[in-house]
């Protein structure tokens, strides 16, 4: 049995190509995954916290407060409906813009 690290070049941006054509399973695995992260620096931050305007990760928890998982999925499966033309657009670029940016203004 072997293991590896994967490198950035083996893993691709998921933009809103990949997102249209992935499950349901699929993408609640992938949020799950984005909230697990940005969960896992916050709480890391807590003991060390990092400078202001430094990591995104606080600024994106607050700003996606009182997001659920479904309501995430059904947002961006609605905007990356209604931009068929912007499915190049990375998901988390999509999320930040489009939940986080707009949470901030509302959650302070």
């Not at 999925?73 to 930040?96: C, F, M, N």
Request: with cysteine; glycine share 8%.
């Amino acid at each position: 049995m072997t293991c590896g690290i994967a490198v950035a070049a083996d893993i691709p941006l998921v933009d809103g190509t990949h997102w249209v054509k992935s499950t349901e399973e699929v993408k609640k695995a992938y949020l799950v995954g984005v909230s697990n992260v940005i969960q896992l620096e916050v709480a890391y931050q807590a003991d060390n916290p990092t400078p202001e305007g430094r990591s995104l990760a606080p600024r994106a928890a607050k700003g996606m407060t009182g997001q659920t998982l479904s309501g995430v999925l059904e947002s961006l499966d609605k905007w990356y409906g209604a931009h068929p033309e912007q499915l190049q657009r990375p998901v988390l670029e999509t999320i930040w813009f489009e939940m986080v940016v707009p949470g901030l203004k509302t959650n302070k």
